[in-house]
């Protein structure tokens, strides 16, 4: 079994920053990919940001130029830098691992309970 875990989100004005982190243990293998996910109320969950293995990285135009992912995929951990946030994104943060699992080498994809992410002033 693998267990994701999301944590640092909160109340922050507009303008602010916030920084989310996200941890996987248990049963890996190998990790692949890892990313953040969002969904706020009433929308749909979109991607915000993944990042694989050898270091490629992807953002939902909604964030670019304010958000940066980060991470080292070896340890199964993962950041999400959040800059000149805005009303709109607040939402619950979720953080999504792909990889490899023990013993049996099946692919997996799981992601945790989410954080909850406020901009409001």
């Known amino acids: 079994q693998v267990h994701v875990a999301e944590s640092g989100g909160g109340l922050v004005q507009p303008g602010g920053s916030l920084r989310l982190s996200c941890a996987a243990s248990?049963?890996?293998?190998?990790?692949?990919?890892m990313a953040w996910s969002r969904q706020a109320p009433g929308k749909q969950r979109e991607l915000v940001a993944s990042?694989?293995?050898?270091?490629?990285?992807n953002y939902t135009d909604a964030v670019k130029g304010r958000f940066t992912i980060s991470g080292d995929l070896a340890k199964h951990t993962v950041y999400l830098q959040m800059n000149s946030l805005k009303p709109e994104d607040t939402a619950v943060y979720f953080c999504?691992?792909?990889?490899?699992?023990?013993?049996?080498?099946?692919?997996?994809?799981?992601w945790g309970q989410g954080t909850q992410v406020t901009v409001s002033s």
């Open positions: 999504n691992v792909g990889g490899i699992s023990i013993p049996t080498m099946d692919p997996f994809g799981v």
């Open positions: 248990g049963s890996i293998f190998r990790t692949y990919a």
């Open positions: 990042i694989t293995n050898i270091g490629k990285t």
